[in-house]
């Protein structure tokens, strides 16, 4: 039998229900990956029980004709949800030791479909990073080279250690979370793909909140049609979150369709920032001819506010993240720091000054001023404004196309830290995701082909609300045509 | 006052006491070495963010919500709880059903 880890979601689902190799075989192949890929400090738990069990479940299931739509497929869930009874930090120190009493909405839908958890996944601390650099528990490192050079690059972030384990090879699929790119990024750094669904089409309940405006889960996966069966099944309503979207979940997988005929491409010319790398520009240039190929008409559309969208993200969620990551005060769960004599004040002050790292930290002082008393309205009503600029942008782009295709990032991944020094050249790496997020709108990364070096480069399409079917086409028709094979080495 | 005119203001006064002032607010201890070096990355990425007052927002409202979604009422009946233990699991202290801090006098 072929090496199991070699398969995605779609080969291990339907190997299982032919009786290829049974479900356990499958998560002992992936757990024995796992254990080998430590080095890449991808996961930050490991759960072999949990993906064993629901392994021994899937195939007594089999045996008297249940299966259900995940069933014989074991995943990487990133450290953000909480799942019950396993660790769950935000690869931070001040929820070291956090062992959540429930299940988020995402994980519940996953589980209940059938899967195992191989693990939880390190990620940028609280999801906020470009790099995977600002966890507590040290970097993710990519599985993939620079041609001759052994120099350890970024996985992208904030899902690296997703993007990271799917790309060696030591998780078949794994969930994502994505505020300004997190998932986006990550799939171009490590020639994977990735989707960001709609805003509210899956529950933020569970998930460690960074910016709820902008929060939202996704798949990550080898290819699209992976992505498409993990979206489906994390979808869907849920009363538990207040913008949670009442509507039913598609049949994306059922529906794809590489047929592009009928559908008009945008091209916003924003997108053409000053300096970018000719490797870019050329990647670009062959997506546009690949959409062409696959019966898509491409026009040119403006988003005039394009290059207002990282100030005002930058603005926007770090308001909210000083909100949120209030509630980590020592009290209530995660780590205390009590000083020798400290009241209660003092206690907050040093639990918190302790427990979050210095990118963390520097959101929440940005938010907290933001946010206070006379500058209120100059930033964060002006960058809610200007938010509603950026809506109004891709909503007039949709009077003449159905969808837009723009690079996933501006480079291909850098070296880990090459950019730790400047917080703003790190936030520049988010200049084409960030928009999608900001107005709720569906995208996701599929891998275009790899740059002079040999690391892998991402195309984004990005679409309409609660049109994921046809982002999800057209980056089929994108992986159809661009062929890309190409995998990391192993060296760990 | 045009909201860029308040803006450009807001980002002048950002020194180590305005630094101090906001890591009280936020609840986080920072040492002096710590403010001395938060002062320029303060005013950096203010000052980048600062662009944004170059646009024309007059008449504009501000995003509340981005997808179209009304906010749902529910029957006002108790769904949950009864959970005292669960919720104290993870307490760094817990003392007789509670979450125990140090000592609070005014």
């Known amino acids: 039998m072929s090496d199991l880890t070699d398969f995605g979601v779609t080969a291990l689902r339907d190997g299982f229900r032919k009786g290829d190799f049974s479900a356990r075989e499958a998560a002992d192949a992936f757990i024995g990956a796992m254990e080998a890929g430590r080095p890449l400090n991808a996961f930050l738990v490991e759960t072999p029980d949990h993906a064993i069990a629901a392994a021994e479940e899937a195939d007594r299931g089999r045996a008297v004709g249940e299966l259900r739509a995940l069933s014989g497929v074991p995943l990487g869930i990133k450290d953000l949800f909480c799942t019950a009874g396993y660790q769950t930090t935000a690869a931070s120190h001040i929820l070291e030791g956090f062992v959540p009493t429930y299940e988020s909405t995402v994980t519940a839908k996953l589980f209940g479909a059938g899967a195992g958890m191989l693990g939880k996944l390190n990620l940028d601390q609280f999801a906020m990073g470009s790099s995977n650099e600002t966890s507590a528990y040290g970097n993710v490192i990519s599985p993939w080279r620079r041609a001759g050079d052994s120099a350890p690059i970024a996985p992208g972030g904030s899902s690296g250690g997703s993007s990271a384990a799917i790309a060696a090879r030591l998780a ?179 639990t918190r000054a302790e427990g979050f790292g210095p990118e963390v930290k520097r959101r929440i002082l940005i938010g907290t001023y933001v946010l206070s008393a006379g500058f209120y309205d100059a930033y964060y009503t002006k960058a809610q404004k200007v938010r509603a600029l950026i809506a109004r942008d891709f909503e007039a782009a949709w009077a003449s196309c159905d969808l837009l295709l723009t690079p996933t990032a501006p480079s291909a991944a850098f070296a880990l830290g090459e950019k730790t020094a400047d917080p703003i050249a790190m936030y520049l790496n988010d200049v084409f995701t960030v928009p999608a997020s900001l107005a709720g709108l569906p995208a996701m990364s599929v891998p275009g082909g790899l740059d002079a070096q040999g690391l892998p480069l991402g195309l984004q399409i990005i679409g309409k609300p609660l049109d994921e079917q046809s982002v999800l086409d057209a980056g089929l028709a994108i992986e159809e045509r661009a062929g890309f094979s190409a995998r990391a080495e192993t060296w760990w | 006052m045009p909201d860029g005119v308040a803006a450009s203001r807001a980002t002048m006064s950002v020194d180590a006491h ?89």
Request: charged share 25%; with cysteine; net charge negative.
């Open chain 1, 172 to 350: 078949p699929a794994a969930t994502g979370t994505d505020t300004g790119g997190s998932i986006r990024q990550p799939a171009a750094f490590t020639g994977i793909s990735g989707i960001k669904p709609t805003y509210g089409r899956c529950s933020r309940w569970g998930i460690v909140a960074f910016a709820s405006s902008l929060d939202q889960a996704g798949a990550m996966a080898r290819d699209v049609r992976d992505c498409a069966i993990l979206l489906e099944a994390m979808s869907g309503f849920d009363a538990k979150d207040a913008t949670s979207l009442d509507v039913a979940v598609p049949r994306w997988e059922a529906n794809l369709s590489s047929n592009l005929n009928g559908k008009k491409v945008g091209i916003p010319k924003e997108y053409r920032v000053d300096g970018m790398p000719a490797e870019i520009e050329a990647l670009w240039e062959r997506g546009i001819g690949f959409l062409r190929d696959a019966g898509a008409e491409i026009v040119d559309v403006s988003l005039p506010h394009t290059r207002q969208a990282l100030p005002a993200y930058y603005i926007i969620a770090p308001a909210e993240a000083s909100s949120n990551l209030a509630r980590y005060d020592g009290v209530r769960y995660g780590l205390r720091v009590l000083p020798d004599g400290a009241n209660l004040q003092d206690m907050y002050a040093a």
């Open chain 2, 18 to 106: 305005t630094v101090r002032r906001i890591a009280s607010l936020a609840r986080i201890a920072v040492t002096d070495g710590e403010v001395e070096a938060m002062v320029p990355e303060f005013n950096n990425i203010l000052g980048w963010i600062e662009q944004l007052s170059e646009v024309d927002t007059d008449g504009v409202a501000p995003l509340a919500a981005v997808i179209p979604n009304s906010l749902r009422l529910r029957d006002d009946i108790v769904t949950d709880g009864d959970r005292r233990d669960e919720v104290l699991k993870n307490a760094p202290q817990a003392e007789h059903g509670f979450f125990a801090v140090p000592k609070v006098i005014e």
